[in-house]
Structures are given as C-alpha cells and as structure tokens.
Nanobody, 122 residues
Framework: EVQLVESGGGMVQPGGSLRLSCAASGFTFRTYDMTWVRQAPGKGPEWVST???????YYADSVKGRFTISRDNNKNTLYLQMNSLKPEDTALYYC????????????????RGQGTQVTVSS
C-alpha cells in the first residue's frame, strides 16, 4: 500500500523559512518522480515543484528561487525547503507520486498524502 506522510508545516512570519518532509512507503521510491502540490483555501490545486527519479528539478514560476525540492532515496523521503515565504504561499501542501510518463510541470498523480498546513502571516 502506497503511503505518503507529510510533516514540517506550521505558522511563520513573512520572510521566514520552513522545511517540509514527505515520508514514503509501499513502493520503490527511488524509481518514481515525486511532486509537491499546494491548495489554498477556496482555490484549486497548484503545482509547486517536481523532482525526477534522477534528481532533475522543476519549479513553478511563483516559487522559483525561493523553494528547493530534494530527495533522500536512502530514507525514502522527499523534502521541500521553503525560504523567503510570502502570505500568498499559505496553503495545504501535499506530496504525490507522479504517474510514470506524465509531464514534469503538469504531473498526474494517483497517490498523495494528507498534506501539511503552511500559514504565512504577521
């Protein structure tokens, strides 16, 4: 059974940083592209970043230069380092296993975690 469990969210002031983690199990983590998606209240899902199985990274323009996606295949864990946070980054962030063959910047996914809440506010 595929399981994805996010952690690391919280409340932070504008300009602050957070590091999200996503613990994966139930599949061969190192062979899958992985992605972060966020959903703000009242809005649809917004793609944030994808990392390929080989470590290539892709970012939405809204987070480029501020967020860094990474993975540790030995720990079956995906990360999202978020710096210079803005109020508009407030959302529920979840990780997902990318369906093989889908676009890096419009990833399709079947399995996702429950998410971790990030709130940026002064």
């Amino acid at each position: 059974e595929v399981q994805l469990v996010e952690s690391g969210g919280g409340m932070v002031q504008p300009g602050g940083s957070l590091r999200l983690s996503c613990a994966a199990s139930g599949f061969t983590f190192r062979t899958y592209d992985m992605t972060w998606v966020r959903q703000a209240p009242g809005k649809g899902p917004e793609w944030v970043s994808t990392i390929s199985d080989g470590g290539n990274t892709y970012y939405a323009d809204s987070v480029k230069g501020r967020f860094t996606i990474s993975r540790d295949n030995n720990k079956n864990t995906l990360y999202l380092q978020m710096n210079s946070l803005k109020p508009e980054d407030t959302a529920l962030y979840y990780c997902a296993q990318v369906i093989i063959g889908s676009d890096y910047e419009e990833p399709q996914y079947e399995y996702r975690g429950q998410g971790t809440q990030v709130t940026v506010s002064s």
